[in-house]
């Protein structure tokens, strides 16, 4: 549960990608629309806990605006922001440029369907207490959030080996219990399956069952 120093005053930017062209290492052999089905189900599970969250205040995503991304997205609360095509870090940074300067800001990737109220509150109580701050994926290497207080640049770095570059930025790594939704991102059919394992939210068990009827 967050504290009322985070309660109701964060900004969250969330990139999805409007396309089938994301997560490609998911079910490879997969149809475009099944993994395009797959991929908005993961952001609207991760979207839906970020808007249920006592420490949000405000949810924006970076898609095309014409996809069928942000209708969902939209629909479930978000703010949308047209996606420059220039990369995952473009994408963010053009989130993070229309966010109250005043607000503390936060990045998550959307590929986290296991994501609750619960993980959110906790890793931005955490995240007040640094100017800057991130949270890495499963493996280590990865970044699955970065944070900034009120006041702080935030800057991505996202990528191949993204984690060390956020640490080296200044970044510090929030101690977050290892079965945290924050945690458990999916990029292949393995990390799926841990992540059903664990729990997933309606929306990915709905595409779920689409995929093997």
Not at 19 to 47: N, W, Y
Not at 52 to 75: D, G, H
Not at 115 to 137: G, I, K, M, S, Y
Not at 186 to 211: F, I, K, M, N, Y
Request: hydrophobic letters at 45%; charged letters at 20%.
């Amino acid at each position: 549960m967050a504290d009322s120093r985070t309660a109701q005053s964060w900004t969250v930017v969330v990139p999805v990608k409007g396309t089938s062209a994301g997560k490609s290492r998911l079910a490879p052999g997969v149809d475009p629309e099944t993994r395009m089905r797959l991929m908005q189900a993961f952001a609207s599970d991760a979207i839906a806990a970020l808007l249920s969250s006592e420490a949000v205040e405000r949810v924006i995503v970076v898609t095309e605006p014409a996809s069928e991304a942000a209708t969902v997205l939209a629909a479930l609360g978000a703010d949308i922001v047209d996606d420059p095509r220039a990369g995952l870090n473009a994408a963010v940074a053009a989130g993070i440029a229309r966010a109250d300067p005043r607000a503390p800001v936060a990045a998550l990737l959307g590929d986290l369907p296991c994501l609750v109220p619960d993980d959110v509150d906790l890793a931005l109580e955490r995240a007040q207490e640094h100017p800057l701050a991130f949270v890495p994926d499963a493996a280590g290497l990865g970044t699955t959030l970065i944070t900034a207080r009120a006041g702080d640049r935030l800057t991505p770095r996202y990528g191949e080996g993204s984690a060390a570059r956020h640490r080296a930025a200044g970044h510090h790594e929030l101690d977050l219990p290892a079965a945290s939704g924050l945690r458990l991102d999916v990029d292949t059919e393995a990390d799926l399956a841990r992540a059903v394992a664990h729990g997933v939210g309606p929306a990915t068990r709905s595409a779920l069952a689409l995929r093997t009827a």
